[in-house]
């Protein structure tokens, strides 16, 4: 009676009894089987059937592994592309799944990353030495391009799957910045020891696609201390975007004083440069609390109400040098929507001011329209406050104005107001 084994178990059967001996065994069970009667010749032939039968999954178990059944070992993707990434500056995380759906452990044996482009990229991986039957594990890859353009490399793992490896083709592109400074130096105007010039600006752009990444910000050279910076920069900017630096000079000795506003980021040539250059007198007056500026006496004139076409009253502003150096006056200029109202009538400035010295600049008011009108006086010169400025404001009235005060005659409760066209003709009560 033959045995229906199934293929796995019959290939069992046959590694843990061979051949010749089985046909030599059932030869002997036959012919003593034949001495027995039917029901008994049934049971005997049964339960040895039963028995290996039951054995047979122990049997595979220990060794004896189906030919038929196949390794097999796959990723989730054969590619990881990071798309464009600026030059220096690390892409999010790409991932990938190595899974292992044999019926033996994969064994981990190397993970490297080649070609032409290999140390852009960089891997982790939670696999370990070997990935369990039916388990995945997880590489996490991302790009850092050292270079603007085309990046390629291959993630390869060497294991005991079938071929030996499994690789992934890794792809992206660099982008860059593209940086400028401006102005390309700075010099400031001569002051005395111990005071704080304006802040004077420089202008980063970035001009490229790629993010501008700023590594350091800082002041070198002979002279560092002398010169102070703040900036909005941060530590990036973005692509065709811009920031500023405000440069400011505390000289501490007299005489000249130089500097470097070095800027290091991932554009080419990694270095902007801006030259700084400061001069210095004397110690300040008064244990150095004087101002470090030429000052205006005032920030605004006001002329009040005034008739259309009717010159005002000239009103004075007067401009103090406090630099402890001679002032160079480039020029002096009435600017603003209503500039042609207000007129400079007397300038004692001419174009330079003493040290410690004054001038006085008149300004009046003649409005052409009714209403409010406004403009700016400006006072051009090589202090690191240029220029001075000024607000100038008026009314622009339609006819005369008239003012008047309380009576002091009891009784008194108001004026009668009369109206003429010439004088010493007909009025009328308005």
Not at 92 to 97: C, E, F, G, N, P
Not at 240 to 258: D, E, H, K, L, Y
Not at 394 to 419: F, M, N, Q
């Amino acid at each position: 009676m033959p045995l229906n084994c199934p293929q796995a178990q019959l290939a069992c059967a046959k590694k843990a009894s061979p051949q010749n001996k089985l046909s030599s065994k059932l030869d002997t069970f036959n012919a003593q089987a034949a001495r027995f009667p039917r029901t008994r010749l049934k049971r005997a032939i049964l339960a040895p059937a039963v028995i290996v039968l039951a054995l047979m999954p122990v049997l595979c178990r220990s060794g004896f592994a189906d030919p038929g059944s196949p390794l097999t070992v796959s990723l989730s993707s054969a590619n990881l592309s990071f798309g464009y990434v600026t030059v220096s500056a690390t892409s999010a995380a790409r991932t990938v799944s190595l899974m292992n759906a044999s019926n033996a452990a994969l064994v981990i044996q190397g993970i490297v990353i080649t070609g032409s482009n290999a140390t852009d990229f960089a891997q982790s991986n939670d696999c370990g030495t070997s990935v369990a039957v039916g388990a995945n594990c997880t590489f996490s890859v991302t790009m850092t391009p050292t270079a603007p353009g085309s990046r390629h490399a291959s993630l390869t793992i060497v294991d005991s799957g079938p071929g030996g490896s499994q690789t992934v083709n890794l792809t992206g592109f660099g982008i860059a910045p593209s940086v400028s400074v401006s102005p390309p130096s700075i010099s400031f105007a001569s002051r005395l020891t111990g005071t704080t010039s304006a802040a004077r600006n420089i202008t980063v752009s970035n001009g490229g696609p790629g993010l501008l990444l700023i590594t350091n910000l800082a002041i070198i050279g002979a002279n560092a201390s002398d010169f102070a910076q703040t900036n909005s920069c941060g530590n990036s900017v973005g692509a065709r975007r811009s920031c500023t630096i405000g440069v400011s000079f505390t000289p501490f000795a007299s005489g000249s004083g130089m500097a470097v506003v070095s800027l290091s980021d991932n554009a080419s040539g990694g270095t902007q440069t801006v030259s700084l250059l400061g001069f210095a007198t004397g110690p300040p007056s008064d244990s150095g609390n004087a101002p470090s500026e030429p000052i205006l006496s005032s920030t605004s004139l006001s002329f009040g109400n005034q008739p259309i076409a009717v010159s005002s009253t000239a009103q004075t502003i007067t401009l103090t040098n406090n630099t402890g150096a001679a002032l160079s006056v480039a020029g002096l200029t009435i600017g603003g929507a209503d500039a042609g109202d207000f007129a400079e009538i007397a300038n004692s400035c001419g174009t330079s001011v003493a040290a410690g010295g004054t001038c006085t600049i008149g300004v009046s008011f003649t409005p052409s329209h009714s209403g409010q009108r406004a403009a700016t006086l400006s006072i051009a010169d090589n202090a690191g406050n240029s220029p001075q400025t000024a607000s100038l404001t008026g009314t622009g009235c339609p006819d005369v104005i008239l003012s008047w005060a309380a009576s002091a005659t009891p009784g008194v409760v108001g004026y009668d107001i009369y109206r003429g066209t010439a004088s010493g003709g007909k009025a009328g009560r308005l």
